[in-house]
């Protein structure tokens, strides 16, 4: 048993009448106790994440966010007005609650004692003639169990009756299933229709004292609980895309996103120059349902990067396990864009398919998923997120007004969180959270300092408002796509837009086969180039991404809207569709091509380089031409849309000198000295 300090003045819960109980199917046993708590109880026992003591300053693994951000919502008008009803009958099933062990703010685990273990009332009526020698009192950390008759494994019967209590200065009951409904029972807790009020309430106590057979470090404890978080979850109601993507670690999409964001809150952008780098958590929007992050702090979200992800490697999520055909091909794709081998899961799959079984992914297969994209992808796409000027100077001004910190994080979420619920108990929840914050010592914290911030960063980001729409990062992601299919082994491929296939086999197989090296490489330097590119041009001209900015045709010397036809609709709003993002792609790509003739190819006139483009046979020349042509033929072509939004005949010549103009407005600026 785990080592006990003296139990006098210890703050403690009331004695709680239990039933024992293990889930054994597996080799990983799970014991839990199944007691009655009244409605007041729970409420006072009972935690959300956010009532954890420390919470504010808390360093959050993403294995560690288990819990979901409380929909208040919700809440307050649906739950908790069902449980008001008098003339309907109400129940509720049971809530799953997490004992865990804290000492000094942070997790701990039952055998890393002592603990201050409380007594039990009547301690008497558990005690047989031999007093205590029949050990009828356990203690399980800072758990005081005490029994009927004495028992010596959970096994035996005397084991499943009896009564429990716990010290709530080092335990903390947090809800692992059920979080709304104990946020209504703590809404309503204070009525005295509820009063006598009970509710199920299910211990998971995972103590080897206790018959539990998992993995007994700190982080085994978290994962086992996120896995039962994520399965609890998955059979009540899905999770969302954005949850299932933090959460879920046997998805190879969800893998793919999460190696290359930081496993924790921390403080400060180093994350960013590790091996391998990483965007820290602080800079994404992790904890939100939404893509758009324009109005935030943040310089990406964790569904626009499961976009670009899906995008890259051309995988989706697999909702069905049992669809083999796309599994296989799944496997494959994997293979090709990742460069690893899946030898055994082919075997694998073949069995489910005979025997009609769901295919899963072994941790070995998952982990050379998580690598491969750490090795090919995950640089590039970083430094797409980072490095381009609008994208460093937000990450530069979070670090001068020391925002990238746990503190801020957490504050932000919640604000968000109460902003949108505009509920009562979410803006308590946030006020005490920043009342915690500005009276801690060392280090308080002032909140309006924070609000202050937020205002700096949303104008900071109204200065390059395009850059932090989604249509246009998606943008930037699909001209990246295109890009990489400029190499040395590909010039004279005719680039077809909507064959992904083609490109998954000329992107993967670079046609050499020298080494993985210089096939990390090419990626590295597309990004590279794209980067650099566009930051030339945003360099000489500085408005570039704001959505009415207007640029002068290099002959007649009229001004026009540079984003129209593309990002933004005639009529002067930001286009959302992903189409809106195809079409801006293109003119992406179209500014690093023009780069690519300045700095590589020496070209020194405009002339030149259309007379090269329309006599082109392969190369960058080909891949000109074909940019051009996408950007100037179809219905909705760019060009197109401008020639019939501005009601003008819809002429192929027309739509060729608006394309031209454009680019031959782009190659002056880049030519600028």
């Known amino acids: ?50 009532e954890m003591p420390g919470a504010s300053a808390m360093d959050w693994r993403i294995e560690e966010l288990f819990q979901r951000d409380i929909d208040w919502g919700r809440v307050e008008k649906r739950i908790a007005p069902y449980l008001k009803q008098s003339e309907q009958p109400q129940f509720f099933n049971s809530i799953t609650i997490a004992l865990l062990p804290f000492r000094d703010g942070s997790l701990r685990t039952y055998d890393e004692g002592p603990w201050a273990t409380p007594d039990l009332e009547e301690k008497t009526q558990f005690m047989g003639p031999n007093g205590e020698d029949e050990k009828r009192y356990k203690s399980f950390g800072p758990i005081r169990g005490g029994y009927w008759t004495g028992w010596s494994t959970p096994d035996e019967t005397g084991a499943l009756v009896g009564q429990l209590c716990w010290n709530t200065a080092e335990l903390f009951g947090i809800a692992i299933d059920g979080q709304h409904r104990l946020a209504a029972i703590k809404y309503v807790a204070g009525g005295s229709t509820h009063a006598q009020c009970t509710v199920p309430v299910l211990l998971v106590v995972l103590d080897p004292d206790l018959g539990y057979t998992g993995e007994t470090t700190r982080s085994g404890v978290i994962a086992t609980l996120r896995r039962l978080f994520i399965d609890l979850n998955k059979h009540a109601i899905v999770p969302s895309r954005a949850r299932q993507i933090l959460l879920d670690d046997r998805d190879p999409a969800s893998i793919c996103v999460r190696s290359m964001v930081g496993q924790k809150l921390t403080a400060g952008a180093q994350e960013l120059t590790a091996t391998p780098p990483a965007l820290p958590l602080s800079l994404i929007d992790w904890h939100s349902e939404q893509a758009r992050f324009e109005k935030g702090p943040y310089l990406a979200t964790v569904l626009g990067i499961d976009w670009a ?254 984003w129209i036809g593309s990002l933004v609709q005639l009529e002067g709003p930001i286009d959302f569709t992903q189409a809106a993002s195809g079409r801006a792609s293109d003119l992406l790509l179209l500014v690093a091509l023009l780069w690519l003739y300045l700095h590589k190819e020496g070209v020194e006139s405009f002339a030149e380089l259309v007379d090269r483009m329309d006599e082109a046979e392969g190369g960058l020349d080909l891949k000109m031409q074909q940019c051009i042509n996408r950007l100037s033929s179809g219905e909705g072509s760019v060009a197109m849309r401008i020639l019939r939004g501005t009601q003008r005949d819809e002429d192929e010549d027309a739509a060729r000198r608006e394309a031209l103009g454009r680019a031959e407005w782009l190659w002056d600026v880049l030519n600028r000295k």
């Open 1 to 50: 048993m785990n080592p006990r300090k003296p139990a006098s003045t210890i703050r403690k819960t009331p004695n709680f009448d239990f039933l024992y109980g293990r889930y054994s199917h597996s080799k990983i046993r799970i014991p839990y106790f199944q007691v009655n708590m009244t409605f007041a109880d729970a409420a006072s026992y009972l935690k959300l994440v956010n």
């Open 309 to 562: 992800v899906a995008k890259l490697l051309n995988i989706k999520p697999m909702q069905d396990m049992m669809a083999h055909d796309s599994v296989h091909k799944l496997l494959s794709t994997l293979e090709r864009r990742l460069d690893i081998q899946l030898a055994t899961a082919y075997t694998q799959l073949d069995d489910c398919r005979r025997y009609e079984r769901p295919f899963s992914f072994s941790d070995d297969e998952l982990a050379a998923v998580a690598s491969g994209f750490q090795e090919y992808w995950a640089p590039p796409l970083i430094h797409l997120l980072t490095e381009l000027t609008p994208y460093r100077e937000l990450i530069d001004q979070r670090e001068k007004l020391t925002t990238l910190s746990p503190e801020f994080s957490n504050w932000f979420a919640l604000k968000q969180r109460a902003d949108d619920a505009d509920s009562k108990s979410a803006n308590d929840l946030l006020a005490s959270f920043e009342k915690e914050l500005a009276e801690r010592q060392p280090n308080p914290i002032a909140v309006a300092d924070f609000a202050s911030a937020i205002d700096s960063i949303v104008g900071k980001k109204k200065a390059r408002e395009l850059a932090f729409t989604v249509v246009f990062q998606r943008a930037l992601i699909l001209a990246f796509k295109q890009f990489l299919t400029l190499s040395e082994a590909m010039l004279g491929y005719a680039y077809d837009d909507d064959d992904d296939e083609d490109l998954d086999d000329i992107v993967a197989d670079d046609g050499d086969d020298d080494s993985d090296d210089e096939a990390t490489a090419l990626e590295f330097e597309r990004a590279t180039q794209l980067v650099d590119a566009l930051n030339d041009l945003i360099d000489k001209e500085p408005d570039f991404l704001l959505k009415e900015w207007q640029f002068q045709w290099p002959k007649t010397k009229n001004y026009d809207r540079f």
